[in-house]
C-alpha cells in the first residue's frame, strides 16, 4: 500500500466519481453516452436488451481481511457478466455503485476501480455510471450489467426437454475449497497474528475464489457451433441447487452421474486436506460461475470438440425425479445442499 492517503471528503462526491472515471475508454458502439451526465444513453441496433443486477455486502459477500480490492473490483463485474453470459447474450455496459465508511481513502477505492476496469477491458465492457455514498459501517457494492442479444436467442432456465443432456463448463467446487483455505487462516491469524499464512501450492483453489471468470468462451463457441442450448444458467450457488432450479422450471425430473462430474486435481487434492468428498463440494460449494446448460442430444457430436465442457447426465420425466448415481453405484435424491449422505 502507499503511504499516502487522500481523504474522501477532500474530493467531494462529483470530484470522487471524476477521479474514479477519467480514464474510461468506450468499447461499445451501442454506448452512445457514458459517464458525465445525468443518465447513459444506449442503442442496441436492434437487439434485444438483457439486463441483471447483484448486491454485494461486507461480511455477508466478501471479506476485506483476504480479499484484496483491486480483486474484489473484478468480481464484483465478472459474477454480473456471467448472469448475461448465462441467458445466451453478451454484455455490453456495465454501472457500479458504492457505499463507503471513512474508513476508505480514495487510494483504496482507486484500486477497487483498477480491478473493475480490468474486467471491462477483458470482457469488452463500458463502464456507464453509478453512484457513491457514504454508508455507517462496512462497504456495499451494486453492479448491474447490461448485454444484447439477436431477438429471441435468449435462453431461460425453464425451457429444458425430457431427453435433453445436461452439460456444465469447467469445473466444480474449486472456490468453496478456497474459501476453506481462506476461513482457515483467517481464524489462526486472529489468534495468532505473528504466524504468517500457510497457502502453499492453494493457487488455484483460491484464485477460483477471489478471481473468477464468466465463460465467455463458452457463448462464443455454442455460438459458433450453431448450438442454441434449451435452458441455462450460471452456477453460483453450488452444482445441485442449480439443477433443482432447471427441473422445477422445467418441470422435469434428471439423473446425474457422480464420475461425470468435472473436478480439477488441485480441488480433490486440497478437499482431502479438509477431510472432505471433493463430490460434495462441486454439488454444494457455490461460486464457480460456470454455466449449467441442458440440450439436444443430436448436438453431442459438435460438444465433444470442447474440453471445456463435461455431459454430467440427462433429462426425464418429472415424475422419476432428481437423482444422483453415485460412483458406488447407488442412486441418492438431489437435495439443495448435494444428497442426503452428507447429512450428518
Keep these: 500500500m ?12 462529483f470530484g470522487l466519481i471524476e477521479h474514479l472515471t477519467r480514464n474510461i475508454e468506450i468499447q461499445n458502439a451501442s454506448t452512445i453516452l457514458g459517464v458525465g451526465d ?3 444513453v444506449i442503442d442496441h441496433f436492434g437487439k434485444q436488451t438483457v439486463i441483471s443486477t447483484d448486491l454485494l455486502i461486507e461480511g455477508i459477500h466478501f471479506d476485506l481481511m483476504y480479499t484484496p480490492l483491486k480483486h474484489l473490483g473484478y468480481k464484483s463485474v465478472v459474477v454480473n457478466l456471467s448472469d448475461i453470459y448465462a441467458m445466451n447474450a453478451t454484455p455490453t455496459q456495465i454501472t457500479v455503485s458504492i457505499g463507503f465508511s471513512n474508513r476508505f481513502s480514495v487510494e483504496a477505492l482507486s484500486e477497487f476501480y483498477e480491478g473493475i476496469y480490468a474486467a471491462c477491458e477483458k470482457y469488452g465492457v463500458d ?9 455507517q459501517k462496512g462497504f456495499v457494492i451494486s453492479v448491474t450489467a447490461v448485454g444484447e442479444v439477436t431477438p429471441g436467442k435468449y435462453v431461460r432456465r425453464n425451457t429444458a426437454k425430457k431427453g435433453d443432456l445436461l452439460c456444465c463448463s469447467g469445473d466444480l467446487g474449486a472456490a468453496y475449497v478456497g474459501l476453506l483455505f481462506l476461513e482457515r487462516e483467517k481464524q489462526i491469524y486472529l489468534e495468532h497474528p505473528q504466524v504468517q499464512p500457510d497457502l502453499e501450492g492453494e493457487s488455484y483453489v483460491i484464485g477460483r475464489l477471489l478471481k473468477p471468470e ?16 434449451t435452458s441455462m444458467m450460471d452456477i453460483s450457488d453450488g452444482l445441485s441447487s442449480e439443477v433443482l432450479h432447471i427441473c422445477e422450471q422445467s418441470e422435469l425430473g434428471c439423473v446425474l452421474y457422480e464420475e461425470k462430474i468435472p473436478i480439477a486435481e488441485e480441488m480433490r487434492k486440497a478437499a482431502f486436506k479438509f477431510e472432505i468428498d471433493p463430490t460434495a463440494c462441486a454439488l454444494s460449494g457455490g461460486e464457480d460461475y460456470e454455466l449449467l446448460f441442458t440440450m439436444s442430444q443430436s448436438d453431442y457430436e459438435k ?12 433429462m426425464t420425466d418429472a415424475a422419476e425425479g432428481v437423482k444422483i448415481n453415485t460412483k458406488g453405484g447407488q442412486v441418492h435424491p438431489i437435495t439443495a445442499q448435494g444428497w442426503n449422505a452428507f447429512k450428518k
Design 2 to 13: 502507499s503511504e499516502s492517503r487522500t481523504e474522501i471528503s477532500s474530493l467531494g462526491e
Design 38 to 40: 445525468d443518465a447513459a
Design 127 to 135: 463502464l456507464v455510471g453509478g453512484d457513491t455514498s457514504s454508508s
Design 214 to 229: 464468466a465463460r465467455k468462451d463458452i457463448v462464443e463457441f455454442l455460438e459458433a457451433q450453431n448450438i442454441v442450448p
Design 303 to 314: 460438444i465433444v470438440l470442447n474440453e471445456q465442457i463435461s455431459v454430467i447426465g440427462y
